[in-house]
């Protein structure tokens, strides 16, 4: 199909308001994507017409909804070529996900001295979950290093695996500075030594073409509002082999086969770790979510969201003072800087009374600041329904906060 932005444009109606009397400029994707129109539509009608609990009704609209539901549940299965439908768990988001499974394959693999191993430029849902579970094991978190680039050191990755490493939990692309990390070559170094990885796609989905398979991850989380479909939702790839291994995350209903006082069973994959009733509307906003991308072409995503970037970076560079936080190499949609000595907070206000919505702050990920020595940065996230006017219009808009503070 042919990448036609003022169509693309037209898809998303939220795009179409003005703020503070000025067209919006929406470039805060990283923190969550806009919604096209047929996702809207898609959970909309699930509430008009089929709203029903799923798998346990014999009635019409309930045998309606547990087929949509696993229909889309094959379809997310295909999106990210997973092996078996029974590998992608629903879940609420990425922070869910990653929260499934140190609990759960920290409670199986995890034992006193083993060592986790994390990056430096991870979100805090990467970090808290797996601190907490090395409290509670007497294990040890291991942080792989940074340049001043904002890249992983290879090498000292490298070295940092060992006999008691039982995982490594690391971010595809980095939310604060945008760096894409060698994830395939860092898999491949782990399970050379046996070690399975979880990777962190919350950032990766929305703008890189993923393939489990050829990733060879043995985890893989995201969020489904960070991909244009509904919050709420998202989802947990594991490969059979752990998952088959790791006992539930949480129990009540749907996870059960068979329940008495004395001992209850468990029920297969994927319904062992999906408790309760699940956001069924949201399982099927992402799975329309997915058709849409699929429609526009991930390759032409790809390419588009590219060139924003190389503009977006290539005309701020031309602004005096400002300084650029992760600079890496390979990157993806996000830019992150600050603006001489002023807060990124005062300047933030600035920008947003021009109309454009941007974040500022630590974006969850305080300790890749720290590293930096820096409380916080401006960032611009874009996504493939963003313009180079409306890059321009940020430049306007940093132009305005260097003349009031002077
Ligand atoms: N990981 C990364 C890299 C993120 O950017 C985010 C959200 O910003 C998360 C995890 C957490 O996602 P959620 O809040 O949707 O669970």
Known sequence: MEFDINKIRQ????????IYGKPLVYLDNAATTQKPKVVIDTVSKYYYEENANIHRGVHYLSNKATESFEIA?????KYIN?????????TKGTTDSINLVASSFG???ISKDDEILISVMEHHSNIVPWQILC???KAKLRVIPINEKGEIIFDVFEKLLNEKTKLVAITHVSNALGTINPVKEIISKAHKKNIPVLIDGAQSIPHLKVDVKELDCDFYCFSGHKVYAPMGVGVLYGKEKF???????????????????EKTTFNE???KFEAGTPNVGGVLGLSAAFDYLNKIGRENIEVYENELLNYATEELQKINGLRFIGTAKHKTSVISFLIGDIHPYDAGIIIDKMGVAIRTGHH????????FKIPGTIRASFAFYNTKDEIDRLIEAILQVIKMFG
Request: with cysteine; glycine share 4%.
């Open 269 to 271: 994959l994927p319904f």
């Open 107 to 109: 409670k199986k693999f």
């Open 82 to 90: 997973a092996e078996n439908s029974h590998e992608i768990i629903f």
């Open 243 to 261: 998952l088959e291994e790791m006992p539930p995350y949480q129990s009540g209903g749907e996870m059960i086969k068979n329940v008495t006082f």
């Open 135 to 137: 409290e509670e094991k």
């Open 73 to 77: 549940r094959k379809n997310i299965q």
């Open 11 to 18: 898809d998303f109606p939220i795009l179409q308001q003005k």
């Open 364 to 371: 969850c990920a305080q300790p890749v600041l720290d590293w």
